[in-house]
C-alpha cells in the first residue's frame, strides 16, 4: 500500500487513495488462460479495442515525487496512443514535466492494452490521470463535462472508509458512470489489506474486480460496509487485484467494440449501453468449485459472479438481443406464475437491453420463455442468468428488481434472486430436466420511498442454457476426445471407476483448440478407463 499526493483539500485528505497492490518484478506477464482469452481469439478476428478511449488513473507511488505515469515503451505502444494529467497541466509525449514513470502503471497498462500481451491493444486513446487530480476535477465536480473514456481502470482503492465516507464516494462515481455512459472497472482491494471491498469498487454502476490466484479468491471479500450489497461483482486471473482488474477493463473495451461493430446485431446501442456489457461479463463468469449464492445475496461474497472469461461474455453478445415474450401485472407483492402466453426464445445465449415499468397498484413482470433442448445425449441442463439496472442519477437508493426462474409445465418456482439492496441479480442452476421454462424479470411497484425510484427502470438481462457434450472416438489404443469451446469453464476428468469420489484431470495433456472445438488425443494406459465432461 501507498498514500497518494497527501497536499489536496480536506474531503481527499480523509479519502486517502491508496495502490491496491505493489507490481511484480517482471512486467510482461502472459495473459492466463482461464480468463478465455486465447479461445476468444481463436473463435474472433479484429477484436483488440479498436475505437474504445479508456482511461488509467493511477496514485502516485510516493509524496515527494509524482509517480504515477506509464511508459509507452513497456507497453510497446507509441507516445501519440497517451495524454498525461495531473494538477500542472496535461501533456503528450512521454517523458514530460508533470509526472514520472510508475512500474504499477507500467504493469497495469501492459495488462490492459500493451501491444504483446494486453487484452485491448488497440484502443483508440489512453487518458492518464494521476488519480488525485482525477478524482477532485471529474467526481467531485459534477459541473465539469466527462472525460469522453468509455472505460476506465481503477487499480487502486480509498482504503477502509467508515461507511457514510463510502456512500459518498459510491454516489460520486454512481452519478458520474450515469451522466457520462462510463464503465468504471475497480479494484477490490487484496486480501489482508482491508477486511472488505473498499471504495471505489463498492459503486452500484461499477463492476468491482477481485482476484483469482491458485483456485481461490485473493482479494478482499464482500459485502459493503454500508448496507450489505454483493461486491465485488467478477474476479479474474492474478495474484492482487491491480493486476486482475485491467483484464476486466480489457474485456470491457473488446466486448464494446464488438458490439458497436455488430457482432450482436443492429441494436448496436443496447448491445454496447454499460448494463449490458456489465450482465455479459459477469453472466460469461466461471463458477469456482466452491462458489455460492442465495436468493438475497445473489453474488458470492468472494467471488462475485465468478472468474472472467472473455469467450463466454462474447459468444453470449453474439447471440443477440431478444425481447421478452410477454409482460403482466400482478398487485403489490402478489402471485406471478407463468402466464401461459405461447412461443419461446429459440436462441439459448442472448440478452435484452429493455425497460420494465411498474405502478402505485401493480408489480409488473417481463416473462422470457425458453424451451432448452438437451441434444441426443440427453445430458443434464443447467442456466445462467444475469440482470443488470443503475443506480440513477443523483438517486440514494434503486429501484427493487428481482430475476425468477419458473417450470412452465407445472408453474413450479425453480429459483429466484431477489436482493432488495442490490442492484445485480444473478441465477446458476445445474440439473434441469427438458421442458419450458420462464425467466422473469420482475420489478416491484409502490409509491416513491425506499425501493422504489420511478416506475420505468431500463435493464438488461443477460442468459445462457448450457448441455454440453463429449465425443469420444477410439483409434486403435488411443481414444481422441472433443468438446465445444463454448460454454467455457468444462474440462475432462478420467477414473478408472464410475462412482469413484477420484475423477480428476491428473496426467491428462492440455487440450489444443481445433475447429472451434477443444480437443485431446490419450492414450489408454489401463482397461476401464473412463471419462467425463466436468464443470471446474
Known amino acids: 500500500m501507498f498514500f497518494s499526493r497527501a497536499a489536496l483539500t480536506a474531503r481527499v485528505a480523509a479519502f486517502a ?50 509517480t504515477w505515469e506509464v511508459n509507452p515503451a513497456i507497453s510497446a505502444q507509441t507516445n501519440v496512443l497517451f495524454a498525461y494529467t495531473t494538477f500542472d497541466g496535461t501533456t503528450n509525449g512521454f517523458p514530460n ?24 491493444p488497440g484502443v483508440a486513446r489512453v487518458d492518464n490521470f ?41 454516489s460520486e462515481y454512481d452519478n458520474y458512470s450515469a451522466q457520462n455512459q462510463t464503465l468504471f472497472i475497480s479494484a477490490a482491494n487484496n486480501l489482508g489489506d482491508s477486511p472488505t471491498v473498499c471504495a ?18 485473493a482479494n478482499s471479500p464482500g459485502p459493503t460496509r454500508d448496507n450489505g450489497r454483493c461486491k465485488p461483482d467478477l474476479t479474474a486471473a492474478g495474484s492482487e487485484t491491480s493486476f486482475s482488474t485491467p483484464l476486466v477493463a480489457g474485456a470491457a473495451a473488446v466486448l464494446m ?43 458470492d461474497a468472494r467471488y462475485g459472479a465468478g472468474v472472467l472469461n472473455l469467450l463466454n461474455a462474447y459468444e453470449e453478445l453474439a447471440g443477440g438481443e431478444h425481447h421478452f415474450v410477454s409482460a403482466s401485472r400482478t398487485p403489490l407483492g402478489g402471485p406471478h406464475p407463468p402466464d401461459g402466453t405461447p412461443g419461446c426464445i429459440k436462441t439459448m445465449s442472448g440478452w435484452d437491453f429493455n425497460t420494465n415499468t411498474s405502478d402505485a397498484a401493480c408489480d409488473r413482470i417481463n416473462h422470457y420463455c425458453f424451451r432448452p433442448d438437451a441434444g441426443p445425449t440427453h445430458a443434464p441442463l443447467g442456466v445462467t442468468a444475469t440482470l443488470v439496472w443503475n443506480r440513477q442519477l443523483n438517486q440514494t437508493s434503486i429501484n427493487n428488481l428481482s430475476l425468477f426462474l419458473y417450470d412452465c409445465d407445472n408453474s413450479n418456482l425453480v429459483a429466484g434472486s431477489t436482493s432488495v439492496v442490490d442492484n445485480v441479480q444473478h441465477l446458476h442452476v445445474a440439473g434441469l430436466a427438458p421442458g419450458r421454462y420462464d425467466l422473469q424479470v420482475w420489478k416491484a411497484g409502490g409509491t416513491p420511498g425506499s425501493n422504489f425510484v420511478s416506475s420505468a427502470e431500463t435493464y438488461s438481462v443477460a442468459w445462457a442454457w448450457v448441455s454440453p457434450s463429449l465425443t469420444m472416438t477410439m483409434c486403435g489404443s488411443s481414444v481422441a476426445l472433443s468438446w465445444p469451446l463454448y460454454p467455457a469453464g468444462f474440462a475432462v476428468e478420467s477414473s478408472t471407476n464410475f462412482f469413484s469420489s477420484n475423477w480428476a484431470t491428473n496426467n491428462l495433456p492440455v487440450p489444443i483448440i481445433t475447429n472451434g472445438e477443444n480437443y485431446l488425443n490419450i492414450n489408454c494406459r489401463a482397461p476401464g478407463q473412463l471419462f467425463r465432461l466436468s464443470s471446474h
Open 17 to 66: 487513495l491508496f495502490c491496491a497492490a505493489g507490481w511484480p518484478t517482471r512486467i510482461g506477464a502472459v495473459v492466463p488462460v482461464d480468463s478465455g482469452v486465447p479461445e476468444f481469439r481463436a473463435v474472433t478476428t479484429n477484436l483488440d479495442g479498436s475505437g474504445i478511449t479508456v482511461a488509467q488513473p493511477e496514485a502516485s507511488l510516493t509524496t515527494d515525487m509524482l
Open 130 to 170: 494521476e488519480a488525485d487530480f482525477f478524482y477532485e476535477n471529474f467526481l467531485c465536480n459534477p459541473n465539469l463535462p466527462g472525460t469522453g473514456d468509455a472505460v476506465v481502470n481503477q487499480s487502486f482503492t480509498f482504503g477502509t472508509l467508515p461507511p457514510s465516507d463510502q456512500e459518498a464516494v459510491d
Open 97 to 120: 514535466d508533470v509526472g514520472f514513470e510508475s512500474e504499477h502503471a507500467d504493469a497495469v497498462g501492459n495488462i490492459f492494452y500493451g501491444a504483446a500481451y494486453g487484452i485491448a
Open 257 to 299: 467494440q464488438a458490439a458497436l461493430r455488430g457482432d450482436a446485431g443492429t441494436a448496436t446501442n443496447d448491445a454496447a449501453d454499460l448494463r449490458t456489457l456489465k450482465a455479459l461479463l459477469l453472466n460469461g463468469a466461471v463458477k469456482p468449485p466452491d462458489w455460492t449464492n442465495s436468493c438475497n445475496s445473489p453474488l
Open 200 to 217: 471505489p469498487g463498492t459503486a452500484y454502476n461499477c463492476i468491482s474486480v477481485g482476484a483469482y490466484a491458485n483456485g481461490t479468491y
